[in-house]
Every structure is written in structure tokens, then in C-alpha cells.
């Protein structure tokens, strides 16, 4: 799985760890291999080779590792996700338009979206407005077009549902 040389740079720890727990759920989608394994295998070998090798232009730079990244965050989102992957899956289908359900979707959107989700549900005491950018963000990461914007629009319906205290205009 790769992303876009755009602005693929994660910003922060915790932006970092997010990126790394839709990488990790993709994985587990793709491969049907559980959290655990998945998640050891992200700290023991991954953990210290990811390396970010562009600029935000798309230009070749030196290899700088992703050392600011949170494992007890992306731990937590994956161990969550795929907790509540059923719940989770209902919830979004809920919010896709026609026909479209979390089957139908691209892998990766459907790992972010998962994501999204679970973090606007379960971890109350991050701001919703800052799940939904932060996953807008990395949907942006992958994506061109219309899926950064069904990402988007899923997870703003998701966070009006979840917290509409947070997310009720000012």
C-alpha cells in the first residue's frame, strides 16, 4: 500500500499513528490476519524501517524515519477497529447514499473510514473535528478525488450522530 507523494507527510505523532493504524487495518482487511499479529509485527520489524523517502512535492530526499509515531495510539485504533469492526461497519453503511455499503468500498477508504469511526465513537476525548480532519487528511493521502470527499461527508454525518454537542455550529 502506498499514498500519494501530496502532502503524504504525516505532521505529528499522533497523525503518524494514525496513518500507521489504517495501514495496519488495510493489512488485516487484505490479508484476514488478526489484530495481535498484525500489530507485533508493526513494532517488532516495521516499526523502525518506515521511512518517509519524499518531500511533500514528490521530490527524492534522504530516508528520515517515522521516529515520532505513537504505537499505544495506533494500537489502540487497530485493537478497536477490530473490536467493533461489525458495529463500526453498520454505523458507516448507515451513512453511505443508494446501494453502497463498506463491502463495496476501496480497501484503503474502507480502513479509514473504519478508522474514523471508531475513534468518534471510543476515544470521546479527542475533539471530533479534529478525527474528522485528521482522516480527511489521510483520505487525501491515497486519494484524488471523490473518495476524499465521500470520507469527508461520511465521517462529518458520523460525528453530527455521535457528538452533536461538538459538532453543532457555534
Known sequence: MTTKTKDSTPNTSRSTSRLLAVQAIYEMDATGIAAGPVLREFAEKRWQDIFILEDEYGEAREPEKLKDANLQLMTTIVEGVSAHQQKLDQRINENLKGDWNTVRLEAVLRAILRAGAFELEHMVDVPARVVVN???????????????????????KLARDLRPGEMSSA
Open 134 to 156: 485528521e482522516y480527511v487528511e489521510i483520505a487525501d493521502a491515497f486519494f484524488d478525488g471523490s473518495e476524499v470527499k465521500l470520507a469527508n461527508a461520511v465521517l462529518d
